[in-house]
């Protein structure tokens, strides 16, 4: 089946420290792979995506690359920022069907000034 | 533009009743999904409309919930004889083609069963 699974929270980091969330996913097929963000009082955003395989998704300084050998789709940023804090949800889109979304549990993050 | 809007944005409900939950996709946009999100977790796939139809409903839990759509816009989710573990947020994201576009969130609705 599809499933995905991310590095478990929470994550505390000081303001322009680098970050990476590991995501890893379990899927038929070659689906299209999604980073979202869950501001405190805000509903889910699209971060960023990749479609297919050594694909990089970026936006607002985050970067993501599909890596099909490692079924991974890590988030990373290079200097992080107290707006930064948030919720990160990693999820992938099922090929067939409804192509519904598939999300991993979260991962809740907070910069420190 | 207006985006997604979810009615009630919160609803406390005792065990055994029923409750509508409302989603208003963006104007024009023919596809609408409604997910759940327990505390901690990420959001699960319940229903997936494509224009009236209920295109995909293998995500509801069982025969309690039911979802509708008459006119292709507005959605109603349905919940009856609630259960406490029905308590979540009740996510509803429309896209604009079909299945392959962006999916577009709105604020949700928070459920509380007593």
């Known amino acids: 089946g599809n499933s995905v699974t991310q590095m478990e929270g929470p994550v505390t980091l000081s303001e322009e420290a680098f970050l990476t969330i590991n995501c890893t996913y379990t899927a038929t097929g070659y689906p299209s792979l999604f980073w979202y963000v869950q501001y405190p009082g805000e509903g889910l955003q699209l971060l960023l995506k990749?479609?297919?395989?050594?694909d990089k998704g970026s936006n607002k300084g985050f970067e993501a690359t599909y890596r099909k050998e490692t079924t991974s789709f890590h988030l990373e940023k290079g200097s992080v920022q107290v707006s930064d804090s948030a919720v990160y949800f990693c999820a992938l889109r099922t090929i067939q069907g409804a192509q519904k979304l598939v999300f991993g549990q979260g991962t809740r993050l907070t910069i420190n000034p | 533009g207006a985006g997604v809007s979810q009615t009630p944005s919160n609803k406390v409900t005792e065990k055994g009743k029923y409750v509508e939950l409302r989603c208003d996709p963006i104007s024009g946009h023919t596809a609408l999904y409604w997910y759940r999100q327990s505390l901690g977790q990420g959001p699960e796939f319940l229903i997936y409309f494509q224009g009236t139809g209920a295109a995909d409903d293998s995500g509801l839990p069982n025969d309690r919930f039911f979802a509708v759509r008459p006119e292709g816009s507005v959605s109603t989710l349905k919940i009856q004889r609630t259960e406490r573990g029905d308590s979540a947020v009740y996510l509803c994201?429309?896209?604009?083609?079909?299945?392959?576009?962006?999916?577009?969130f709105g604020p949700g609705t928070r459920l509380t069963v007593l």
């Open positions: 990749a479609t297919k395989a050594d």
């Open positions: 994201a429309s896209s604009s083609q079909g299945a392959r576009d962006e999916q577009f």
